[in-house]
Nanobody, 117 residues
Framework: QVLLVETGGGLVQPGGSLRLSCAASGIIFSLFAMNWYRQAPGNQRELVAGISSGGSTNYADSVKGRFTISRDNAKNTVYLQMNSLKPEDTAVYYC???????????WGQGTQVIVAS
């Protein structure tokens, strides 16, 4: 059973920072690419950031320079450090992994991030 559990969401003022964590179980964590997605009400779920098993990263243009994805394989955890937060970053953030070539996806339950004055 693959289980992904996100923590760290909350309410923050514009310009503030938040660090999300996703703890994974049921996989050999170090072998899997990990991703962060987000979904705002009425919007599609979008890829925010990804990190490969080798540590290479990619980011949505909207968060480049502000967000940093990282992983700690010893803790089976992937992080999303979010700085300079904007109201448009408000969304439910989801941790994701899978085996794309097999068409499998695993999702966490999501954690709410609200950026507001």
């Amino acid at each position: 059973q693959v289980l992904l559990v996100e923590t760290g969401g909350g309410l923050v003022q514009p310009g503030g920072s938040l660090r999300l964590s996703c703890a994974a179980s049921g996989i050999i964590f170090s072998l899997f690419a990990m991703n962060w997605y987000r979904q705002a009400p009425g919007n599609q779920r979008e890829l925010v950031a990804g990190i490969s098993s080798g540590g290479s990263t990619n980011y949505a243009d909207s968060v480049k320079g502000r967000f940093t994805i990282s992983r700690d394989n010893a803790k089976n955890t992937v992080y999303l450090q979010m700085n300079s937060l904007k109201p448009e970053d408000t969304a439910v953030y989801y941790c994701n992994t899978g085996v794309p070539r097999l068409g499998t996806n695993y999702w966490g339950q999501g954690t709410q991030v609200i950026v507001a004055s």
